[in-house]
């Protein structure tokens, strides 16, 4: 299996970043997993405001939609990538590593796939005005957890307590 290393940057800038502009993040090759969701410009709540009102419901829509573009990108760069890094290796214990990380890769798209289909769902009730209250007891779900998990279905309460049945069932 070959190896590939980063590039690093031959250039090293003492001064401070420029104010206003961001640094670039380089990625790496390897396409990240991304079902674990984590970039969102946290909302700015006004005091005495309703829940779920339309520019709450904006700016869960804005996360939801950026959330799936990124998830297309990373199937598209998984199928470049296997596309790429196809190749006959003789040596039966490459082919094997090989194998085995293809799997992984398929994997990861398959729930990236998954992801993308429950986004759409979440969109869907986004619009039909059915969305961000718990599906078992009917509370709010609450913006800030929305907005760590906009596909969420369910309040923390009743989440924790399916995993709680779920793990006794499972063992
Ligand atoms: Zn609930």
Not at 146 to 161: H, I, N, Q
Request: hydrophobic share 25%; with cysteine.
């Amino acid at each position: 299996m070959v190896i590939k290393t980063k590039k690093s940057s031959p250039k090293k800038r003492k001064t401070a970043p420029a104010r206003g502009k961001q640094a670039k993040i380089t990625k790496a090759k390897t396409p990240a997993d991304k079902s674990n969701f984590s970039n969102f410009e946290p909302y700015k709540l006004k005091k005495g405001e309703k829940y779920l009102n339309e520019s709450q419901e904006k700016h869960l829509k804005k996360i939801l939609v950026d959330w799936r573009k990124t998830l297309m990108e990373e199937v598209d760069k998984t199928v470049n990538y296997l596309q790429d890094e196809a190749s006959n290796f003789p040596d039966p214990a490459d082919r094997a590593a090989q194998e085995e990380e293809f799997s992984i890769e398929l994997r990861t798209r398959d729930r990236e796939r998954k992801l993308i289909r429950k986004i759409d769902d979440t969109l869907e009730k986004l619009e039909q005005g059915d969305y961000g209250y718990c599906d078992s007891c009917g509370i709010e779900i609450g913006l800030r957890r929305l907005e760590a998990r906009p596909t969420a279905e369910k309040c923390v309460d009743c989440k924790s307590l399916d995993e709680i049945r779920e793990r006794q069932l499972g063992s």
